[in-house]
């Protein structure tokens, strides 16, 4: 039976499992949250929809806890925002990119936020990024690197 912060008369850490949670819902993001749905969307369907979907897609996130980080690479395919029209590759790239931004800081957000309420999730004191360009299977230099602690 559940009563306030307790069950059966033992405690419970709600701060530590909320937190738990949060983090690991960021941490699940990737290409596994992604393939079946993302397959069926058209150019009409919802912007935010093909943003998250292709985020997932190119997402790979790592727990380092030796190296006391949570790492991100993302593999990002620019011939995917090809277009006939001058300029909106650039475009749509950069407003993806935008989008890379707001979901790194965010991850790192409830690293820090986590790390504050759960004492196991402590040692993980930095995000890495590393953010990988092709062109179909081919690396466009330079890829980006930076970390966030």
Do not use: W
Not at 73 to 93: R, V
């Amino acid at each position: 039976m559940l009563l306030g912060d307790h069950v059966n008369g033992q405690q419970v850490q709600l701060r530590t499992i909320a937190a738990s949670l949060r983090f690991a819902d960021e941490l699940a993001e990737g290409p596994q949250r992604n393939e079946r749905l993302f397959s069926g969307l058209t150019l009409e369907s919802n912007r935010s929809r093909r943003s998250y979907h292709r985020y997932a897609s190119c997402t790979n996130v790592s727990a380092d806890r030796g190296n006391e980080r949570i790492r991100l690479t993302y593999e990002i395919q620019i011939n995917e925002f090809a277009s006939s029209e001058p300029g909106a590759q650039l475009a749509a790239l950069t407003e993806f990119l935008a989008f890379v931004f707001q979901r790194i800081a965010k991850l790192d957000e409830e690293r820090r936020y986590a790390r504050f309420y759960c004492p196991a999730l402590a040692p993980f004191k930095q995000t890495d990024v590393a953010i990988n360009f092709y062109n179909g299977s081919t690396l466009v230099p330079p890829a980006a690197r930076f970390q966030l602690g």
